[in-house]
């Protein structure tokens, strides 16, 4: 969902093998099929398709993870299609879209690469990512993908990254424990929520109603909160620049909200459970409600859930009547600093690997292999419901979440620390005034951040 990192395993590892999963039910992008150049696009053409195409090597960075039978079979499919191509695999752990910035500054940089939702607003504007724009309008597939993700990473009309992956921070709830505590309506608010909690909370079986992180990362979590407050944790300005809003009076709330519950005892009692910890406490039942991601549903399996114990929802509502959330993902992007050549081949590895029948293929490997997670698709013309079989409810929620959904606040990377900082004091002392926690976070993050921000914004 960086914090979101620990989880970016579970979203996508290496372009060319990801699990690529989808649900339909939003609508495509009709305007591509006119056109999807701007008046201002690059007036560099790629290749005429029909044109004799000389050797080129395609640098990409991959994970040392050996691929699976069906990431061997389509690296050969594509190779034979496209002769003219070696591949130069470049192993680079972690989250390689993360460095990419970095590496084109070093002139190292791979030639494509999958990168983070979150760091792409940085990368368009940096002026590293190639206009897709001359390659989308010659492709037959570009109208069967979804409006709201393209246009996320469309910057005057230039389109900078191809949506490839998108996973929903959605509210996990076990309904076993639902059902033992006699709960058969899920909570619409935040008070909802606390009452409910009260009721699964069981300290001597140690089962907590609630759970949100308290040990690290807390900004993560907490920036939902104050989203459904009706504020946010930051402002991005036209020029890129930031302003700082941790005294917003949604964020007092959201903090508010937090020591209810812990006045309510109804949260762990463990404060030091970290994320993984939290996964597993859920698994195995000793958590009744979270904040919880559609791709985490295979991971709670695997640490032996009952899939049908697992209920997915929209957060309950704060007291703006909110109930945004985050998304999570990645987006297929070209390095702008490499030669046409390399750019051309980079597409033609792009559009192979986001093809429908190959995504497809994909689908129908993971469904031969015993399940799926409930995350959304970047296509209209792809349905995760046609490979595997979810709860009716999976469905809706994940055709809700298209308009609750949203970008991490702006410069998490970079103040989320911050925020954290005073989220954990919040939580861990009984007597920490929001207000004052918040006001003093963010006075320290604007002596020791805020100016150095918004210096590089304006470069």
């Known amino acids: 969902m960086t914090k979101r990192k620990a989880v970016s395993v579970m979203l996508a590892a290496m372009l060319a093998i990801s699990v690529i999963s989808g649900c339909g039910g ?44 069906i990431g061997e079979q389509l690296e050969k499919e594509f190779l034979d299609k496209n002769p003219h191509i070696t591949l130069n695999k470049v192993v680079k752990e972690g989250d390689a879209g993360n460095v990419f910035y970095q590496a084109v500054a070093a002139g190292n940089a791979p030639d494509l690469v999958d990168v983070s939702f979150t760091m792409m607003n940085k990368y368009m504007k940096a002026g590293i990512l190639e206009p897709l724009n001359p390659y989308l309008d010659q492709w037959d597939e570009w109208s069967n ?34 059902a033992k505590a006699g709960i058969t309506d899920l909570p619409k608010t935040w008070e909802d929520a606390i009452e409910i909690a009260k009721k699964i909370n069981d300290p001597t079986s140690q089962v907590a109603g609630y759970a949100t992180l308290s040990a690290e990362w807390t900004e993560w979590f907490f920036q939902y909160y104050a989203w459904q407050a009706g504020g946010d944790l930051t402002k991005m300005n036209p020029d890129g620049t ?5 005294t917003d009076p949604a ?30 406490k859920f698994a195995q039942g000793k958590i009744g409600m979270m904040p919880f991601a559609g791709d985490w549903v295979t991971k709670a399996v695997s640490l032996g859930m009952k899939p049908e114990d697992i209920g997915l929802m929209l957060p309950p509502a704060g007291p703006s009547g909110s109930r945004a959330t985050a998304i999570a993902g990645s987006a297929s992007v070209i390095n702008a600093k490499t030669s046409q050549e390399k750019k051309d081949a980079a597409w033609e590895y792009i559009k192979f690997y986001n093809s429908k029948q190959v995504k497809t293929r994909i689908l129908e490997d993971k469904a031969s292999k015993g ?55 919040i939580l861990t002392d009984p007597n920490a005034d929001p207000a004052k926690e918040f006001e003093a976070a963010q006075k320290l993050a604007t002596s020791e951040a805020l100016d150095s921000f918004n210096s590089k914004a304006k470069e």
């Open 26 to 69: 939003s609508k495509s992008n009709n305007a591509a099929k006119e056109s999807s150049s701007p008046s201002g696009s690059p007036s560099t053409s790629p290749s005429p398709s029909s044109a004799k195409k000389d050797p080129v090597t395609l640098t990409l960075w991959v994970t040392s993870r050996e691929k699976d039978d």
């Open 145 to 178: 993908y979804t409006q709201e993700y393209v246009d996320m990473f469309t910057k005057d009309g230039n389109v900078l990254g191809l949506p490839y992956s998108v996973a929903p921070m959605l509210f996990g709830y076990n309904k076993a424990l639902f």
């Open 242 to 246: 930031i302003e700082l809003t941790f």
């Open 251 to 280: 964020v007092i709330q959201a903090a508010e909200f937090y020591k209810k519950l812990r006045s309510a005892k109804v949260m762990q009692s463990d404060l030091t459970l970290k994320f993984n910890d939290l996964i597993e």
């Open 371 to 425: 399940g799926g997670n409930p995350v959304v698709s970047v296509r209209g013309d792809i349905k995760i419901t046609d490979y595997f079989k979810f709860p009716e409810e999976y469905t809706a929620v994940l055709d809700e979440v298209k308009t609750a959904g949203r970008l991490e606040f702006y410069g998490k990377a970079e103040f989320g620390i911050y925020v954290d900082r005073a989220v954990q004091k």
